[in-house]
């Protein structure tokens, strides 16, 4: 447990510090200023909720450490408003497309926004260098940390995080000021990191809630941003117009407020409906549970090894076209995406084996062979602890990348932005039923060159040998 507690600790906070280091480096023509932020900021979070699962462990260190990875975020937190509040115009606008005062103000602000980056890696801006100081302080701390084993420990956090969330709701039925709906935005979110971190205790059960608690934390992340917006139009209403626009979008952006908040607290109000100390316990049984009976397997169907099974055969051909990328599209959010961390067994000219750590959604063993837009792909699900055996194996032949997923037409795009040394690589990989679907494809403007058929481009030659020398 204290292994595993400490490993996630790094990295969640190495992450946060690799994107501030490429934000100190100066604009990066393929990832947006604002983007890295994000990413800086959704990664202190994680830490936070994770020293919080914890904390009856940590006892004093707990609030310096959570005081650090805090007040790192906070140093960035008029960056990410100032682009976020970008996001909720473009929000509005989506549901007004025709309303000229939200898009002329939206115009003020992308005025304003591109000052506050321009300022953020001027040479006379510290908040970067202080939030990285901060990161690394933390980092420390937590390889540090003491967590006896057993699953005590994080069924007495998980409690805690869930009685706060259950308490914050009561609160915002009762009386839904914005403070009170930003209390409760932060529980909801700390209660996702951390059963995502022991979704696999029962994914059955808990996969439904951890898309559940994303929603329901993206709704109220909306209403947050629109809290920025109405009290920057209070604090500066000359920033943004006439007073009769800005008491219009004042008006627009509190309507959409009601709206949100009634659908949170109706989905808030199943997610909290146990007592807390229930829910810690179911979650508990779940865990103990896993350990003696090992971990769920798929109902509806004969075990594979005792006989025939009747689960739907899964293509065992891969067919798949890759592009380089200099751009990220326009209007994209990072939003829908989930990081990898992937190395290699054993490689070859025609065929590999590998790992892959996809964080919530699982570990996976997988063997391709073959070169170019169609190979032979296996590819089995395995537990953490086969992962974490496998992976040693791996030194010098690994990957780290986030992948999001961007939907296009009836194709699904999967944009890999590549860390570590291939920071600055950018890749979108797009999949195919049919090798005639696969020809027919025709890919969207902001993709670049075609590399399906270079092999210094596959993920295999990339963990061994690095960027190849056509790369630029």
């Known amino acids: ?15 946060a510090i690799e994107r501030l280091d490429q934000a100190n480096r100066g604009p990066d023509p393929g990832i947006e200023f604002d983007t890295l932020v994000h990413e800086v900021r959704k990664r202190c979070k994680a830490a936070r909720g994770l020293a919080r699962l914890v904390r009856p462990a940590l006892g004093d260190h707990f609030g310096s450490f959570d005081r650090a ?17 970008l996001a909720t115009f473009d929000g509005l606008l989506a549901t007004r497309p025709d309303d000229e005062v939200v898009r002329s103000m939206r115009e003020r602000q992308v ?29 420390i701390a937590s390889q540090r940390w003491t967590i006896p084993r057993g699953f005590d420990t994080i069924e007495a956090g998980i409690n805690a995080t869930y009685r706060q969330g259950r308490k914050s709701l009561r609160q915002v039925r009762t009386d839904p000021t914005d403070h009170r709906l930003h209390d409760w935005r932060r529980a909801v ?8 971190l022991v979704h696999d205790a029962a994914p059955s059960v808990l996969d439904p809630l951890v898309d559940e608690l994303d929603r329901l ?8 941003d629109l809290t920025v917006l109405v009290e920057l139009l209070d604090r500066h209403p000359d920033d943004y117009g006439t007073t009769d626009d800005v008491a219009h979008v004042r008006k627009l952006a509190r309507h959409h407020q009601r709206e949100l908040r009634e659908r949170a607290v109706r989905c808030g109000a199943t997610i909290y409906a146990e007592p807390d100390h229930a829910f810690a ?14 971990p769920e397997r798929v109902t509806g169907g004969l075990d594979v090894h005792a ?8 293509s065992l051909i891969e067919r798949e076209r890759k592009w380089m990328v200099d751009r990220l599209p326009d209007g994209f959010d990072g939003a829908d995406m989930v990081e990898l961390r992937q190395g290699y067994i054993a490689t070859g000219e025609l065929r590999s084996i590998r790992v892959r750590d996809a964080g919530h959604e699982g570990c996976t063993l997988t063997i391709k062979a073959g070169t170019g837009a ?3 792909e296996l590819e089995w699900p395995i537990e953490r602890r086969e992962f974490d055996a496998a992976w040693t194996h791996t030194e010098g032949q690994r990957v780290e990348k986030c992948r999001h997923r961007i939907p296009f037409g009836e194709h699904l795009i999967e944009l890999d932005v590549f860390g570590g040394d291939l920071d600055g690589l950018m890749m979108a990989e797009v999949e195919f039923s049919s090798s005639d679907a696969l020809a027919a494809f025709e890919p969207p403007a902001w993709f670049g060159r075609e590399v399906t058929d270079d092999g210094g481009y596959t993920n295999a030659s990339l963990a061994i040998h690095g960027l190849p020398t056509t790369f630029a």
């Open 1 to 15: 447990m204290q292994d595993e507690i400490r490993r996630v600790a790094a990295e969640r906070l190495d992450g």
């Open 69 to 85: 990875v805090r007040d790192a975020a906070t140093q960035l937190s008029t960056l990410r408003d100032a682009h976020a509040l």
């Open 111 to 139: 005025v304003m926004s591109m000052g506050a980056t321009r300022a953020a890696v001027g040479a006379d801006d510290g908040r970067i260098d202080a939030a990285r100081a901060l990161l690394s302080q933390a980092r």
């Open 189 to 196: 979110k700390y209660l996702w990191y951390q059963i995502r």
């Open 217 to 224: 934390a993206e709704a109220l992340g909306d209403d947050h």
């Open 281 to 294: 316990d179911r979650i508990a049984r779940y865990w103990n549970l896993a350990v003696d009976l090992g």
């Open 307 to 314: 006989g025939p099974s009747v689960a739907p055969a899964r």
């Open 374 to 376: 169609e190979r032979t």
